[in-house]
Structures are given as C-alpha cells and as structure tokens.
C-alpha cells in the first residue's frame, strides 16, 4: 500500500514543479521576497545556510514527506518499520531516474535544475535503506535467526545496498573530484545492478517498478543514439590553461538558441568497437563543455580549460547535445527558431563574473542580452595574461566599451606589472587621440565620404559577421609567458588585495574603421605628420626591459583586440560595481562603503532590486563569494559552478 502510495506522491511532485515554477514567477515570489530578504540579511550572512538555503528547503520537504510515508500507521512495531523503510525507499527508484533524464521531459523544466532534487531525494532514500537494512540484522541477532540474512533473496538486498553506499560515497565532492571517471563508472553499473537486485530481493514482488526501471534507463540509451554525431574537430591552443575548440554546426543535432548551452563530447577510436559502445551508449564518459556561440554562427566554439583529456584535430568525437541552460531571466520570444535572438529579459543591467574557461558562459549571454537592450558587464579572472588571446577570436561580441574588465592573477613581479600597465595607458592616450581628431575631422567635413565610395572602399558595408573570429593572434607575436610559482590561484574575491580597479581608457579593436591603414578614409582623418597607431609598440620601448616576460607581455598588448580593461591581482565587489549595477557614480573609491552591513543596515524594506541581476560562473569559491555579496545588495543572482 504505502509502496504505491510512495511512487504515486514522488511521482505526482516531480510532475507539479513546472505549476510551481509558474507558480512562483508570477505570485508567490512577489509575496514572500520581503521575508526572505530579511531573514536571509539579518539572520544567515556568512555562513553556510546562505550559501546552501535552497539545498536546505530540499532537505527538509523531501524529509518530511518520506517521513510522513514512512512513519504512519506503523502500529508500535519495530519490523514493521524495517519493511517500511525498505519499501519506500525502492519506490522512490523512478523517481530518482526519472530526475536525471537529459533533458527532462517537464516542459519548461531543464535538467540542470532537477539535479539538486535528484541528488538530495537519492541521498535520503540510501539512509533509509540503510536504517532497513540495520534494524533487519538487529532483529536476526535478537532472535538469533541469523541464516536468514543467508538467504539468496536477502543477498541481493545486501548487494543493493552496497551499490546504494557506493554510489553515495563516489558522488560526495571530495571523492567526485579525486577521480570523477570512478564516479561516472560506479554510478552506472551499480544503478543497473540495483534496479535487477531490488527486482529479485523486494517482497512482494515490484514488477511494474522494475518495469518502470528499465524503461527510463533504455529511454535514456536510445535517446543518446539518436542525438549523438561523429564529427573531427578544429584545435587552436590558446595558452598553457585554455584550448579553443572549432565545433561545425552540422556536427550539432539538438540546436540550442539559449546563450550558455553545453554539448556533451567523449573520442571515438574506430578500432575499438567494443570499447566504444560501452563508453558512449552504456556509460557515457561524456565530458560537458559550454558554447560560446550561437546556431547563428557559421562554426560553434568551445573554450576549454587543458586537463588530462585532450583535444586532437586527427580524432573522431562524439558530440551530444546541444542541452539547454538554466536561466530565468532568459525567455525565447519565438519558441522553435533556434537561430533567433529575440528573448524576454527580466534585467536592464547585468553583471556576469566568471573565472577560467567560464568566459565561455559569459560572451553567448553578452550578445544575447545587449540584443535585447540589457546593459552587461563581464569581470573575468584569468590565471595567465596570455589567457587573454581567446577574446581576438570573440571581438565582435565585446562591442562596446567598459564592457569587460579583466583581472590577472598569475604571480608577476612589479616590474612586469609596471611595464604592462605603462604600455596599457600609452596605447589607450594614443588610441584616444587619434579618434577625437578624426570624429572632429569628419564632423567639420574634410572627409568626402561619397569619393571614397566611389574608389570602391566602403569598409562600413562590411558584414562583421563574415569577419567573427577569424582575427588571430600571430603565433610569433606571444612567446611562452608563464607566471612565477608559489601563488596560490583560488577566486576568492574578498580576499584582502592591494589590487585596486583601474579605470582605463577603452581600447579598441584593431581592424576598426579608424585604424586601418589601408583605407583612405582612415587616411583623411589623420595627418601625415600624425604619429600611426601600429607604431605604439615602438613608442613605449623606453619602458621596455631585458626581461622577455615584459616583452612578450607588450608584444600581447599591441595585438589585443577587444576593448577590455586590464588589472593584475583580484577583484573586490565594492562600491564601483555596486555603483555601476544600480547606474549610479561611484564618487568615493573607498571599497568599504559599500561593503556588507555598511549599506545594508540602509536598505529599504528589503526589497529585491528587480533590474539587476548578477550571474557567477566557475570554481565554487568565487561562485559563493559572488553570491553573497549579490544577496547582500539585494541583487537577484544566479549560479553555474564549473567543477565536478
């Protein structure tokens, strides 16, 4: 009785979370926000139950229902609560699987948002199986009945339960990152071995859950078949730390529109046929890795951070996917046309830090938004300056100013700092200069505009499309850069840095209408006598040392597409970018200001800023510094942690 009861409420709460998603946009965040901004500001800053309160809510009501399922009608009887824990906790089985189907068959539900319910709902139901199995042997030492644990029935039970323990140590943090291909494996194969042992162990017998079982895993199978292509792809290495990876769009089968998609990519080696269809049907080693394009784009491009699995221009891949992102604030405005742009944006300014190779995630949802009008800023923290390269095969998506800030943590000595820094601001005055004459030349009409035309240069016809990311950097250009060993490279953004924020003038792209030499348009706006941009490398020579960090570090610079904002150290979420995320001028460049319970003691009925929104991506350190600070201002905020 109560092991259907089990299946049917697990079952029918899983198909209610797209109501309660509607639900929750429309009505019930607008009426608890205020209870939940000031319990979360006055009670819960800086400790765990922040950065943990939606896991805590999970806990807590899949506890009390189970518990509820479990604890009625018991009649004082310890057995009976034995084989109550035990049925429960095998109807909850496809529940379980059902939550970890990509993609998730709930409309409007993405998979990734199902995962923390998957994983807390599994947990839970190991314990229980667990206490079953513990009171069980209690009761056969007390009755000293012991051959009954014997039993072949009772063995697969045993069995079960030590692929429940394993798959539950395996997938604690700790453990997953050790070795997360254990992990991969273990969790696999013993889900298979459970749903057969729980068939055979289970009494009365649970066919139409085993039936249910199996379906979901086959479905999951036959899914990954039909959506997989084999495809070579195009290597480029960018830095000791990332990779890029040239992806063709046919090599795609589920197109994804939604900024921040992720494909998931293991080899194929044609001789090993039997090897293949286990890795890539039965337990897909697959590795996720973020698009930082879209279907609009003529190549899809993946940045990837260098690890153990490498890519190789000479292989075969299997490419899964695209499968959608979690993202509220994002909502297609034409639902089925992958390739369109057009979104309902909840935010007008949007503040996006990321760390390593998750500028994957920020640049797609950069283009997105300023489509659609929403003010963005990205903060990326990179480990190594020649990490910046990436962004030249990117410059069209960082199209206005004051639109990335870049903070370099690679251990530097103040000497290569001082000289990049020097070069930085000379080339930004000369840049600058440049540009005011030639706006004020053309606004005063020496320039003809229609003669040049007619000679057949017409620069401002050109499709910045067909031009998207094929500006590179020469090879010759950036030597090997390495930063010096001894400083640690965790994101933590309130750790007590010198570095303070700089705010440079912009830099601007390099094939800009203003600065190429080969038209004569750019040829009317400067004189003969002025002093040509491209020669900026020959102008800070004098800050040029013997060092061949600092000359490889200017030789970056002179090549440096985007216009980015450069600074070495971490950054610190104080008063500018508080400032810059409700539009207002930070007058005081004191960080302190702004700084936690300074302004938040100020605040006004602790209600959530609806126009802004901050997003982190990366390791979980500079993801959960991130959200504290976000829910401290009052910021709406969202996660994706790229970790195991």
């Known amino acids: 009785k109560y092991g259907a009861l089990t299946l049917f409420v697990t079952l029918i709460v899983v198909l209610l979370l797209p109501v309660y998603k509607y639900l929750n946009n429309k009505v019930l965040y607008n009426q608890f926000s205020k209870i939940a901004r000031r319990i979360k500001i006055n009670a819960l ?29 018991l009649h004082q009887d310890l057995l009976f609560l034995a084989k109550r824990l035990g049925r429960v906790s095998t109807a909850c089985l496809p529940t379980i699987l059902f939550l970890s189907l990509r993609p998730s068959p709930l409309p409007n539900m993405l998979y990734l948002a199902l995962l923390p319910i ?66 991969y494996i273990n969790h696999y194969i013993f889900t298979w071995i459970i749903v057969i042992c729980l068939f055979f162990h289970a009494r009365p017998g649970i066919p139409y859950i085993t039936t249910l079982n199996v379906a979901i895993l086959i479905y999951q199978i036959i899914y990954r078949i039909r959506n997989t292509k084999k495809t070579k792809v195009d290597v480029i290495n960018i830095s000791s730390h990332l990779t890029l990876i040239l992806i063709p769009n046919s090599a795609i089968s589920q197109k994804s529109g939604a900024p921040g998609s992720h494909l998931r990519i293991i080899d194929h080696d044609p001789s090993k046929k039997f090897q293949n269809i286990i ?3 039965l ?83 950069l283009r997105v ?72 030349k053309l606004l005063s ?41 001894g400083k640690k ?66 030789s970056l610079l002179a090549d440096l597409v985007p216009t980015v904002k450069i600074d070495f150290g971490r950054p610190k979420l104080g008063s500018h970018y508080y400032s810059w995320c409700i539009n207002q001028t930070c007058n005081d460049k004191n960080d302190e200001l702004y700084l936690n319970e300074h302004f938040i003691r100020n605040k006004k009925k602790y209600q959530i800023n609806d126009d802004v929104w901050v997003l982190a991506a990366g390791p979980t350190g500079l993801v959960d510094n991130v959200k504290l600070w976000a829910n401290d201002c009052g910021f709406h905020f969202h996660e994706e942690r790229f970790g195991v």
């Open 489 to 554: 490279n965790d994101l933590n953004l309130n750790s007590n840095s010198n570095s303070k924020h700089k705010c440079f003038s912009p830099l601007h792209r390099k094939k800009s209408l203003c600065n190429n030499n080969n038209n004569n348009i750019t040829a009317g706006f400067v004189d003969n006598n002025e002093i040509d941009f491209n020669q900026a490398q020959n102008m800070v020579s004098d800050i040029r040392t013997d060092s061949s960090n600092n000359q490889n570090m200017l």
């Open 118 to 183: 998957h994983k807390w709902l599994s947990r839970i139901i190991v314990l229980q199986g667990l206490a079953h199995t513990i009171i069980y042997l209690l009761y056969f030492n007390f009755k000293n009945t012991w051959s009954k644990a014997y039993k072949i029935e009772n063995i697969y039970g045993i069995i079960a339960l030590l692929g429940f323990l394993i798959i539950a140590f395996t997938s604690l943090p700790i453990v997953r990152r050790l070795n997360y291909k254990v992990f």
């Open 45 to 73: 800053r800086y400790n765990i139950i922040v950065l943990n309160l939606s896991v805590i809510k999970l806990i807590i009501f899949w506890t009390l229902i189970l518990g509820i399922l479990t604890f009625a009608e």
């Open 369 to 440: 938004l300023n489509y659609n009008g929403c003010i963005v800023k990205i903060v990326w923290v990179a480990r190594d300056i020649e990490d910046l390269k990436i962004l030249n095969y990117f410059a069209n998506s960082i199209i206005e100013n004051d639109c990335l800030d870049v903070y370099v943590t690679g251990n530097y000595d103040e000497e290569t700092k001082n000289a990049f820094t020097a070069a930085l601001m000379k080339k930004n005055k000369l840049k600058n200069t440049r540009d005011l004459r030639g706006e004020s």
């Open 445 to 485: 009409g020496e320039i003809d505009f229609n003669n040049e035309f007619d000679n057949g240069n017409a620069p401002l016809l050109e499709s910045s499309n067909q031009n998207y990311g094929s500006t590179k950097l020469s090879d010759s250009s950036i030597k090997t850069l390495t930063p010096g060993k």
């Open 283 to 365: 337990i897909p080693m697959q590795h996720p890795y973020t698009i930082t394009t879209l279907p609009v784009d003529s190549v899809q491009k993946l940045i990837v951070r260098n690890s153990n699995f490498r890519f190789d221009k000479n292989k075969i891949y299997y490419v899964t996917g695209a499968f959608l992102p979690h993202l509220d604030f994002l909502t297609p405005r034409r639902k089925g046309n992958a390739k369109s742009l057009l979104y309902k944006v909840k935010c007008k300014r949007c503040l996006i830090v990321v760390g390593g190779s998750a500028i994957s995630f920020a640049l797609p949802i």
């Open 279 to 281: 890795k890539n049907y």
